[in-house]
Every structure is written in C-alpha cells, then in structure tokens.
C-alpha cells in the first residue's frame, strides 16, 4: 500500500489534470457542504474517485503535501488508500473578501476645488468700510485640497464609523480692490497699489489639515454606488503665507511677492460637512478661529464650498 501512495503522489499533475473538472466541482461543494472533498481511493476493486464527506474515524500513516493551492493528504488504514485534496486557499480568498466587503471605508482622500471668502463675526460677507480692503472677488479666490492620507474606523458595520488622515489646503485670496495688505507696528494694514494698476493681488495661504469626521453611507451593498454623509472637524497648521500682485513695468509683466507671516493665525480648527455619491462629494467648511491674531487686523473667518473627487 505505502508504494501505491508513493506512485499516487508521484502521478499527482497528471491525476490533477485529469479530474480538473472534478476539483472545480469541489471547490463549489466546499462552499455549500464544508465537509466534502475529493477523494481518489486504491481499493480492491480498483482506482477511482469520488466526492464525499471526510472520514470520522481515527486514520493511519497519512502524508500531506501542499502543491500550490492544493492541499493533499494520503491516507492509509487496514482496508484501502485515499488521497483526499482540498482547494484551501480558495476558502481563504472567500474570508478575504468577505472581510473587506465588511470593512467600513470613508471618503476623505482625493482632490478638492472650490472658493473661499471670509465672514464677519456677525456671518456677514460685506466688510466694513474701514476694513473694505479685504474685500474679494470670490469668484478668482480658489481653494484647492489635495487628501493624500486615509484611515478609517468601522462602528457599524461597514456603512457608518470614523474617519481620520492628512492633507493640504492652498487657499487664494484676491482682493478686489487695488491693494495688498502689509503689517505696521504689528498691525496688519492695506496696502494701496493704485499707482501700479494691478492686473491681480492676492494672499495666499497653506496648511497641513487633519480631520476627524463622522461618515454615513447608505444605498446598496457595494460601497461605490453609495451616497455619503460625512460631517466633524478639521485641525490646521500653517506652513506659509505670502502675498502677490502682479502689474505691467514699461510693457513688461512684473510679478511682486512679499512672504511674510501677516499675524495669521498658525493654528486653527474648522467645522465640515461633505456629502456624494460614488467618488463625487460637495464640501463646506467654517473656521471658527479667527483668521489674523487678536487685535493684530480684521476680526474675519474664513470659509470655503466646492466639489471634491476621490482617490
């Protein structure tokens, strides 16, 4: 007997392409009845195979062999031979899936683009006069969001948890009027450029945000149909700020740029909320910090709304 189990072994490819269509039909009956398998006995009444359960009782010299996905074990006892094979890594790839699939995953990674303007502290968009000079044009004031970084956390199932990374936000402020602004005695103050007829001025920001959002997703089973919901805030840190006007010198375009701190704010929070479906979301986001130092310039908060694509 051990050298029909030897021969057995040795023949394994050839036996494998012949009950190809056998092992296939295992590997759906595995799904549907864990205990079944293929089985090739060497009895007294010859060769031949079959699917049936696993055999309870105790069994004697076995090997095992592991060929590729295959899991191959030869059995003997005091009546026969069997060789039992199990596609187990097919029942492995099934646990796999089904854990992603189970997995809650938010929408937070991906390019944004929208605009950004400033309220006052009573949520109005029209300035002072006194402070006139920080008026926009909100329509050439770009914000642009680029979330490299994702890490979600599953409370029910997959369809609603926590959602955490990191990424930047480049925002473009352009006056409206012909000035920049600049600090006097550690106060920042308009700048007049009437005298250069600017084509363009604005201040431009950076930060480095991390956001702790709340998602929600609902519709169907696979995640990519889904509308979501997500809403909670976001923890910025500046990294730079500069100023930039540009203006025509004889005929020539001349670009000036001043980078300075303008008593901005270094650290900040805002509050979002975004929803989408697919890869497609509209966000909006509030920051209640206010935008420069205390008593250091206007008491002003920004805002932005737009559209953003996930990765």
């Excluded at 990424?167 to 409206?176: R, Y």
């Excluded at 805030?233 to 005929?251: C, M, N, Q």
């Excluded at 909006?284 to 996930?310: D, Q, R, V």
Aim: charged share 30%.
């Amino acid at each position: 007997m051990k050298k029909t189990a030897i021969l057995l072994a040795t023949l394994l490819p050839i036996q494998t392409w012949l009950f190809a269509q056998v092992t296939d039909t295992t590997i759906v009956a595995e799904e549907e009845v864990d205990s079944s398998v293929v089985i090739v006995s060497d009895d007294e009444e010859g060769v031949s195979v079959s699917m049936d359960e696993v055999v309870k009782e105790e069994k004697r010299d076995t090997t095992k062999i592991k060929l590729g996905d295959k899991d191959i074990s030869i059995i003997e006892d005091e009546e026969k031979t069997s060789v039992e094979i199990r596609d187990t890594e097919v029942k492995k790839d099934d646990e796999k899936t089904a854990c992603k699939k189970k997995k809650f995953k938010g929408h937070w990674t991906g390019f944004e683009l929208g605009l950004n303007n400033f309220f006052d502290s009573d949520f109005s968009m029209s300035r002072p006069p006194e402070y006139s000079w920080m008026d926009l044009n909100t329509g050439k004031s770009w914000n642009v969001n680029l979330n490299f970084y994702q890490k979600s956390f599953g409370i029910v199932g997959n369809r609603f948890g926590i959602v955490t990374g990191i990424g930047f936000e480049l925002n473009n402020f352009q006056f409206d009027g012909d000035n920049t602004i600049h600090e006097v005695d550690g106060i920042i103050q308009s700048d007049d450029l009437s005298s250069y007829s600017p084509s363009k001025s604005k201040l431009t920001t950076t930060f480095l945000n991390v956001p702790l959002l709340l998602e929600v997703q609902i519709g169907p089973e696979k995640r990519s149909k889904r509308i979501h919901l997500s809403g909670g805030i976001i923890g910025g840190l500046k990294l730079g700020s500069h100023t930039k006007f540009v203006h025509r010198d004889e005929g020539r375009k001349k670009k000036v740029k001043d980078r300075d701190d303008f008593n901005i704010n270094s650290l900040r929070y805002g509050l979002t909320c975004r929803v989408g479906y697919k890869t497609a979301s509209i966000y909006g986001t509030y920051y209640p910090t206010p935008f420069f130092e205390k008593n250091k310039g206007p008491e002003l908060y920004p805002f932005n709304i737009g559209l953003a694509l996930g990765f």
